[in-house]
C-alpha cells in the first residue's frame, strides 16, 4: 500500500536554480584574436595567457594584436576573411613566467637505454585593455 505526502505550499516555491550564462563584461564586447598558433576570445579586463613573443617584452609593456578575426558588440558580428583590417586589440603585459616542470623519460628495456629531460615552457599574461 502506498502513501502519499503531502506538501505544504511553502515547500512548492523551492528555489528554481539558473542556468549558468556567458560571462559579461561592461561593454558587452568581445574578440578573437590569434597569436601563437592559437586562438583566444578576448574581452576587455580579460587575463589571457599565451606563449611567450620572439621580442623581448617586460612587465607593463603594451602589446597590440593585429590578427583579429572576429568582434562582435552585441548588435552586430564583424567577420574578417582571415583578418579585419584596422581593428586591434591592445593589452598590458603583467607577468612574465614559466610553467611548472614537465619530466620526460625515455626507456627501452633490456638495452641499458635512459633519457631523461625536463622542459618550463615561458608564457606571458596579458590584460586586454581595449578593443578598438
Not at 550564462?21 to 574581452?43: D, L, N, W
Not at 552586430?76 to 610553467?99: H, K, M, Q, W, Y
Not at 620526460?104 to 625536463?118: A, D, E, L, P, T
Request: proline residues 4%; hydrophobic residues 35%; charged residues 25%.
Amino acid at each position: 500500500m502506498a502513501t502519499t505526502a503531502k506538501t505544504s505550499p511553502a515547500a512548492k516555491t523551492a528555489v528554481k536554480k539558473t542556468p549558468a550564462k556567458a560571462k559579461k563584461t561592461s561593454e558587452g564586447m568581445f574578440a578573437v584574436i590569434k597569436t601563437g598558433g592559437k586562438q583566444y576570445r578576448v574581452a576587455v579586463g580579460d587575463i589571457i595567457t599565451i606563449e611567450k613573443f620572439k621580442e623581448e617584452r617586460t612587465k607593463g609593456d603594451i602589446v597590440s594584436f593585429n590578427e583579429v578575426l572576429l568582434t562582435d558588440d552585441g548588435a552586430t558580428t564583424n567577420i574578417g576573411t582571415p583578418f579585419l583590417d584596422g581593428v586591434i586589440v591592445s593589452g598590458e603585459v603583467t607577468v612574465i613566467g614559466r610553467a611548472p616542470k614537465v619530466i620526460v623519460i625515455k626507456y627501452k628495456q633490456k638495452s641499458r637505454y635512459m633519457k631523461k629531460n625536463g622542459h618550463r615552457q615561458p608564457y606571458i599574461k596579458v590584460k586586454i585593455t581595449s578593443i578598438a
